[in-house]
């Protein structure tokens, strides 16, 4: 796989605009499960390393902006899809705390710390894809659900807005920053997600995040396609 086409900041988990201190703090507490010597995987400790070596240098975290301002957008059709460089920690790792994930993973397999699914949430065929939106729960907008932004970490009560194979929508009291990765558990699905958006309506907001891993209850229904 290609540097140039990896992003950085989705593998150290911190925004674009994150100063030299936030990056170095990501870094150490990501190395700290992922290497080697701790337990960890070779190569998202190598991706992390890479990333590190880049972002902590202002010159080169200067020079790998520029490319990244003028790189054209990825096609609908990339295997790796929307989520870049996510992708490569998540498949070594759970999305959501970063412990490294056994090497069989199945539909209802949960990572062993914090217990967030761990199978990627978008099916590999448009067949399959079908197949599970037959199979979803609707999403009443009277469902509530937990909203968790780190590990360990107290969740705070959101009500659920919409959910689709590709992403899930609520309401929330408190904004997140674009990237933020949470984990939603909802009597419907129990996901990890990239927020996307977050916007202010009235007294709430409405965040909508990009579904990373998921476990969905099959109890009927049908969601749509985008949420």
């Known amino acids: 796989m290609a540097t140039n086409r ?24 990501l190395i700290g499960v992922h290497h080697p010597d701790h337990g960890g995987d070779h190569q998202v400790a190598t991706l992390l390393n890479e990333a590190y070596a880049v972002l902590s240098s202002e010159s ?37 705390c970063r412990l490294a994930r056994p090497g069989v993973v199945r539909r209802e397999t949960r990572c062993t ?13 448009k067949t399959s894809a079908a197949t599970e939106r037959r199979g979803l729960p609707r999403v009443s907008k009277s469902d509530w659900g937990l909203l968790h932004t780190s590990w360990p970490g107290e969740p705070i009560d959101v009500r659920m807005r919409d959910l689709s194979l590709d992403g899930i929508s609520l309401y ?19 996901v990890v997600a990239d927020v996307v958006s977050c916007r202010r309506v009235d007294k709430v907001f409405t965040l909508h995040a990009q579904l990373v891993t998921a476990i969905f209850t099959t109890t009927g229904g049908f969601v749509s396609t985008m949420a």
């Open 6 to 29: 990896r992003n950085y900041y989705r593998v150290l988990h911190v925004q674009a605009d994150a100063p030299p201190e936030v990056i170095k703090a990501s870094y150490r507490a």
């Open 60 to 96: 080169r975290r200067s020079a790998y902006d520029a490319k990244r301002a003028v790189r054209p957008a990825r096609r609908t059709g990339d295997p790796r899809g929307s989520h870049g460089a996510t992708a490569d920690i998540v498949r070594h790792s759970c999305a959501f």
């Open 113 to 125: 710390r914090c217990h967030a699914p761990l199978a990627a949430a978008r099916p590999s065929s």
């Open 172 to 190: 929330t009291g408190n904004p997140l920053p674009n990237g933020t990765t949470v984990r939603i558990v909802a009597d419907v699905a129990d």
